[in-house]
T-cell receptor, first 118, second 114 residues
Framework: EAGVTQFPSHSVIEKGQTVTLRCDPISGHDNLYWYRRVMGKEIKFLLH????????ESGMPNNRFLAERTGGTYSTLKVQPAELEDSGVYFC????????????????FGNGTRLTVT | TQLLEQSPQFLSIQEGENLTVYCNSS?????LQWYRQEPGEGPVLLVTVVTGGEVKKLKRLTFQFGDARKDSSLHITAAQPGDTGLYLCAGERGGSSNTGKLIFGQGTTLQVKP
């Protein structure tokens, strides 16, 4: 099966511009997650979709970030306007099923999008 | 505040040596996962431990979950250059709403020299 794919792999934008990251989960995976790793820090949770619904968006840093998953398939994460501190690697992950623990339905990560805001 | 402390952050050893990576917290986790990440790729799950005191083995890798489910360790026996990479621990807290919401350690960069 195809893995989680993310596009673009790299993006360099100027402060104040808008960037949209895309994630295509593994087909049939209801759960979709966004995570982020900024320089020198650990990977941190941003939000969790179950199908098209936001299950948990407690990790979203502020209202400049908007995540969508229309139709419960692919997801986009828009940053508008981008700030310098938004630079980092954005990971998407997906898993099967709904509810339960992640050890019952392991996360599959994409290769990430490296965002650089200058 | 770092919820999951991983140590060491960097480790450079010779082929054939043994090593242990630690992941510690003051919080209880319902499960603890270990990932390996290669440059330019996403984390890949190695193992999940769920029960306090649980030990799992994956070839030369041994994973242990602390009795109180607050800490975990990864031990590699006779390290090989192919073991080189970034190792990450990640914990999942209890509560039905936290499915898949992982708390990561900062990672251990391992270099095994031939």
């Amino acid at each position: 099966e195809a893995g989680v794919t993310q596009f673009p792999s790299h993006s360099v934008i100027e402060k104040g511009q808008t960037v949209t990251l895309r994630c295509d989960p593994i087909s049939g995976h209801d759960n979709l997650y966004w995570y982020r790793r900024v320089m020198g820090k650990e990977i941190k949770f941003l939000l969790h979709f179950v199908k098209e619904s936001k299950q948990d968006e407690s990790g979203m840093p502020n209202n400049r970030f908007l995540a969508e998953r229309t139709g419960g398939t692919y997801s986009t994460l828009k940053v508008q306007p981008a700030e310098l501190e938004d630079s980092g690697v954005y990971f998407c992950a997906s898993s099967q099923g709904y509810g339960g623990r992640s050890y019952n339905s392991p996360l599959h990560f994409g290769n990430g999008t490296r965002l650089t805001v200058t | 505040t770092q919820l999951l402390e991983q140590s060491p952050q960097f480790l450079s050893i010779q082929e054939g040596e043994n090593l242990t990576v630690y992941c510690n917290s003051s919080s209880v986790f319902s499960s603890l996962q270990w990932y390996r990440q290669e440059p330019g790729e996403g984390p890949v799950l190695l193992v999940t431990v769920v029960t306090g005191g649980e030990v799992k083995k994956l070839k030369r890798l041994t994973f242990q979950f602390g009795d109180a489910r607050k800490d975990s360790s990864l031990h590699i026996t006779a390290a090989q250059p192919g073991d080189t990479g970034l190792y990450l621990c990640a914990g999942e807290r209890g509560g039905s709403s936290n499915t898949g919401k992982l708390i990561f350690g900062q990672g251990t960069t391992l270099q095994v020299k031939p």
